[in-house]
């Protein structure tokens, strides 16, 4: 794998991270209610989506690997463009349903790049 792909699916795995990490023990109502929690795991979002979208450039067969691949780079774009269509249930489904698989595939393809 190259190493700017590899750069790349890392900056995904972190953000993915810190999202999961910052809403874990909340509920959506939390999450409704603290307008710093949105802003951080959109912002979050906007990396992943971003770091997608870069990989999907320079690595269209890597980034093509991660489900709904397009959607996220499309969820990304929604957030810095679209900002005020931001619907937080949808915004919150994601970060408590979905970004666990993101997580996954990102960091089995990061383990599977490692090995020569």
């Known amino acids: 794998m190259r190493l700017e792909s590899a750069k790349l699916l890392e900056d995904i795995r972190l953000a993915a991270t810190d999202a999961i990490e910052m809403v874990q023990g909340k509920d959506y109502h ?49 957030l810095v463009h679209g900002y005020a269509a931001v619907h937080h249930d949808k915004t919150w489904d994601i970060a408590v349903t979905e970004l666990p698989l993101l997580l996954n595939e990102v960091t089995a393809l990061l383990a599977a790049g490692s090995h020569p």
């Open 30 to 78: 939390a999450f409704l209610g603290s307008k710093q929690l949105r802003y951080a795991v959109e912002r979050c979002f906007e990396i992943a989506g971003e770091a997608l979208s870069q990989l999907n450039k320079i690595d269209p067969a890597t980034a093509q690997q991660i489900t709904d691949w397009k959607a996220i780079i499309g969820f990304r774009n929604v």
